[in-house]
């Protein structure tokens, strides 16, 4: 599975952005997916994981309540909703697929897009 993250760019504390992983290759509906960031300095962070078909999903305390992951099987593309955003929210996110749990076997990933939450 080859994936792209698009979507990312710069909003303002308190704003929203909706982040894109594209799929080609291998049939993407049998892979469970995630969202994983990470900011200048730190260690790549968790913030997102859904299952195969989208029926169960897993967020960390951190971005709970304010990010939504989804995918639509039929167009091949995962979504990564982020509301209500915070200067600690800036960072490369990624997409991966395999888990969607933290500590999950993640085989395949996209290159990363850039969020900045700065005024």
């Known amino acids: 599975v080859q994936l792209q993250a698009s979507g990312g760019g710069l909003v303002q504390p308190g704003g929203s952005l909706r982040l894109s992983c594209a799929a080609s290759g291998r049939d993407f509906s049998n892979y469970a997916m995630g969202w994983f960031r990470q900011a200048p300095g730190k260690e790549r962070e968790f913030v997102a994981g859904i299952s195969w078909s989208g029926g169960s999903t897993y967020y960390p305390d951190s971005v709970k309540g304010r990010f939504t992951i989804s995918r639509d099987n039929a167009k091949n593309t995962g979504y990564l909703q982020m509301n209500t955003l915070k200067p600690e929210d800036t960072a490369v996110y990624y997409c991966?697929?395999?888990?969607?749990?933290?500590?999950?076997?993640?085989?395949?990933w996209g290159q990363g897009t850039l969020v900045t939450v700065s005024s």
């Open positions: 991966a697929a395999g888990a969607m749990h933290p500590s999950g076997t993640y085989s395949y």
